[in-house]
């Protein structure tokens, strides 16, 4: 039967089965898997495998299922007829049957299991779309089968990570899925087609379209999403949103992550402008769920976008060629996975040179959002002119440290388990000045010149251990990179307060590092790493406040690192990476002043 658009259409989506078992006429509700930022305890294995590679039975052809046909075959002997009799008579009466069960249950859900690992999985054909956000196939006017994305107006944006996940995980397998019905049915299709990261998926209907077709209900307008953060436009004038056109393309990067860390974030937020303004996107920044509160406590407001955002119904976690995108970490394999790569990367050029236009995407963002609150951002810049002034003015050199302990270990084998020594940090420190200064100018120069200029040089250190300022290898030389907000060790905070208790761990210091659970129990009345799963969303106002001054201390450090004329790191760290960014490709690459020290291996951009 063909479905248009002045018909009531027919969907079909996917849901899990309790039973496990195949059932014509069951049709239970798939409940929303909802977590989000996870505290302590490891994440819910998101749902896995929607289908099998098998499809379902396809409406229309089990509506034109015909009997089998039996060829007639020669008179049998008088022994054996009445067995023919009753073989036919058995036959008749089946097919008798299964024309009255179809009859009846024409209407009725026609339901096929697919079962991977642990999940299983039902294809439902009904005449009512899910009640929660999920993939349909449609029939658009034409009668082609087509699948979309429905969301419903009960849900609020952003939807949770495992709903964008397994909305992403459905299309995979439903555009599957009708590349091999058209393979059977036309012959035209000899095999399943690898999809270029911009080839348009022909089995897609944006969900615009299906609105304007009657396949999918109209949007309503709700206004601008309460956790979008204001650009610059309606930071300066409130009203300005009001009566701007809708968009026509976006993309919304949506904050919220299960990382801990602030570097994560961060360039994924680069490389997702980066792309928007290369496809002619307008970006908008969700800040609804994120761990460390608002974009506003940290960066000045984004550039103006000059229109609405669309209804949140149409803002899709995929297709990319989608009208209006969602990028979140639940769906970052698929924004900047395999297909991103083989399309960004430059196959004709070797190593980091590969790449080249990756790096521009996140530079791009960089130089748009990375405008530090007023505050901080005027604490850094003061701070730069004293600290690298002097150093610039007698043509010495300035070298950032950036050390990483924590819970991030390096990539070479020998330290997997440990981290890099400091030692190899003052050593790549002192070739650097070495190879700079002494070599560029041992001759024609007096001593006195030389001396006054290593007396210029600095060495100046971030890390998220304190306990590395104060470290033998570093020296005297070695000039934290900022003091407006200092993470101290237990010791220091013990002795700030005047008191020590032998028995009760009152205080608890940055020792050895940043470490996940560390953050997430912050200003948290945890006793012990079991009292984490009892933590729900909302973080206490004093939690908070102490998560925002570890993301300011961050943020400041880079500043101040990046602003070296040479960075010392370890490509295993976002941080590392992140510096290299904000140095530029030609002063990283071209001119060698971004050192790793983390084995041979290379610049990378968003590690999945």
């Known amino acids: 039967m ?62 034109t299922l015909s009997p089998r046909r039996f060829q007639r075959k020669q008179p049998l002997s008088s022994q054996s007829r009445l067995v023919k009799r009753l073989l036919l008579g058995a036959i008749g009466v089946t097919l008798l049957v299964w024309l009255v069960l179809r009859q009846l249950y024409a209407d009725q859900s026609q339901i096929a299991s697919y079962e991977d690992g642990d999940s299983e999985w039902e294809m439902v054909e009904g005449n009512s779309l899910p009640l929660e956000p999920s993939i349909v196939i449609v029939e658009d006017i034409k009668g082609n089968a087509k699948w979309t994305v429905s969301i419903p107006e009960s849900y609020d944006f952003p939807l949770r990570p495992t709903h964008y996940k397994t909305m992403c995980h459905q299309a995979m397998e439903m555009s599957s899925q009708l590349y091999q019905e058209a393979k059977a049915n036309s012959g035209i299709i000899k095999r399943m087609v690898h999809l270029n990261y911009y080839q348009k998926d022909r089995f897609y209907l944006d969900v ?15 206004g601008r999403p309460s956790g979008f953060v204001d650009d610059e436009a309606i930071a300066n004038d409130v009203s300005f949103a009001q009566g701007l056109p809708v968009c026509d393309k976006s993309m919304t990067f949506v904050m919220e992550t299960t990382d801990a860390g602030f570097g994560n974030t961060l360039l994924r937020l680069w490389m997702s402008y980066g792309l928007a303004m290369k496809e002619n996107r307008t970006f908008f920044i969700d800040d609804t769920r994120w761990p460390y509160g608002k974009y506003s406590t940290y960066f000045m407001p984004p550039p103006a976008a000059g229109c609405s ?38 196959p004709r050029k070797m190593r980091v040179q590969r790449q080249h236009k990756i790096f521009a995407l996140l530079r791009a963002g960089y130089e748009a959002l990375f405008k530090l609150r007023e505050d901080d951002a005027q604490y850094v810049s003061e701070h730069a002119a004293s600290l690298y002034g002097p150093v610039t003015e007698t043509g010495g050199i300035s070298i950032g440290l950036h050390v990483r302990h924590g819970d991030k270990h390096p990539l070479e084998y020998q330290y997997q388990e440990d981290y890099i020594p400091l030692d190899r940090y003052m050593d790549t420190a002192r070739d650097i000045y070495i190879e700079r200064v002494e070599n560029s100018n041992m001759f024609g120069l007096k001593s006195k010149t030389k001396a006054k200029r290593h007396t210029s ?99 400041m450090d880079l ?43 290379e610049w990378k951009g968003i590690v999945w």
């Open 309 to 346: 955002p669309p209804p949140r119904s149409q803002m899709v976690p995929c297709p990319h060629n989608a009208r209006h995108i969602v990028v979140s970490g639940a769906t970052v394999a698929q924004t900047f996975g395999h297909a991103f790569t083989e399309e960004w990367e430059d």
């Open 457 to 555: 040089s600095k060495i100046v250190v971030a890390s998220d251990d304190p306990q590395v300022y104060d470290s033998p290898e570093m020296g005297p030389n070695a000039i934290r990179a900022q003091d407006r907000i200092i993470l101290a060790t237990k010791a220091t905070l013990e002795a700030a307060q005047g008191h020590k208790n032998p028995w009760i761990d009152e205080i608890t210091g940055w020792e050895g590092g940043f470490y996940r659970d560390v953050f997430f129990s912050l200003g948290r009345p945890v006793g012990n790493a079991n009292d984490m799963n009892a933590l729900d969303e909302q973080v206490p106002e004093g939690a908070m406040k102490i998560r925002e001054l570890v993301g300011r201390a961050y943020l």
């Open 2 to 63: 063909l479905i248009n658009a002045t018909q009531k259409a027919k969907s079909m989506h996917a849901r899990r089965n309790p039973n496990l078992s195949v059932s014509a006429a069951a049709y239970s509700q798939l409940s929303p898997s909802v977590t989000s930022a996870t505290f302590l305890s490891p994440t819910v294995a998101a749902r896995r495998g929607l289908l099998s590679p098998s499809p379902p039975p396809s409406p229309n052809r089990v509506e």
């Open 559 to 601: 500043a101040m690192v990046s602003k070296a004329d040479t960075v010392v790191c370890t490509v295993s760290s976002i941080g590392c990476r992140i510096l290299a960014v904000m140095l530029g490709w030609d002063n990283s690459f071209n001119k060698g002043n971004w050192r790793n020290i983390d084995g041979e291996f």
């Open 208 to 222: 615009q379209e299906a609105e304007q077709q009657g396949l999918l209900p109209p949007s309503k307008t709700h």
